[in-house]
C-alpha cells in the first residue's frame, strides 16, 4: 500500500502544534504563580520553524543585584525544546547544539496524545548525565 505523504505530513504537523500546546499547559499550572512569559517559534505558515529552540520562557529577575545593574535589569531565559508523537527523545546531538548556546538552562518537552507532557533537564557539565527528567517543574519554573 503507497504512503499518502499529504495526509503524513498533515498529521505531523497537527501533532508538533499539539505538542507545544501542551507543553504550555503544563508549564502555565507552575506559571500562574511565577510570571514566566512563553514564547512560541513558529515557521512561515505557522508550523514548525527550524532549528533546536521551539519555545523560549522569560521573566524579569527581580533578585539581588550583581554588578553594575539594578534590581529587574537582567532576564531569565529559559530554551525549551520540543518533541511530539512518536518522535524519538532528546539525543546527545540535541545536547550539543543546546549547549552551543551559551549561559542557558535548557529544556526538553515531549507530549504523546492522551499523556502529560514531559520535561527534561539538560546536564550542565558535560561529563554529568546528559538528560534528567523534571518532575518537580516548582524546581525550574521558581
Not at 54 to 64: N, S, Y
Request: charged share 25%.
Amino acid at each position: 500500500m503507497p504512503v499518502n505523504w499529504k495526509k503524513a505530513q498533515q498529521k505531523a504537523a497537527k501533532t508538533a502544534c499539539w505538542s507545544v500546546t501542551m507543553t504550555k499547559v503544563r508549564i502555565r499550572r507552575v506559571l500562574s504563580r511565577t510570571r514566566w512569559q512563553l514564547i512560541t517559534f513558529c515557521g512561515k505558515s505557522g508550523g514548525e520553524s527550524v532549528g533546536v529552540v521551539d519555545l523560549l520562557a522569560v521573566r524579569k529577575d527581580h533578585g539581588k543585584p550583581v554588578g553594575r545593574i539594578k534590581r529587574g535589569d537582567a532576564l531569565q531565559l529559559i530554551l525549551i525544546q520540543v518533541k511530539g508523537g512518536t518522535a524519538a527523545g532528546p539525543t546527545s546531538g540535541d545536547a550539543t547544539r543546546l549547549r552551543a548556546v551559551p549561559n542557558y538552562i535548557t529544556q526538553v518537552a515531549t507530549w504523546k496524545k492522551g499523556k502529560q507532557a514531559r520535561l527534561f533537564c539538560l546536564g550542565k557539565e558535560s561529563n554529568s548525565k546528559v538528560w534528567s527528567e523534571v518532575t518537580d517543574l516548582d524546581s525550574v519554573f521558581r
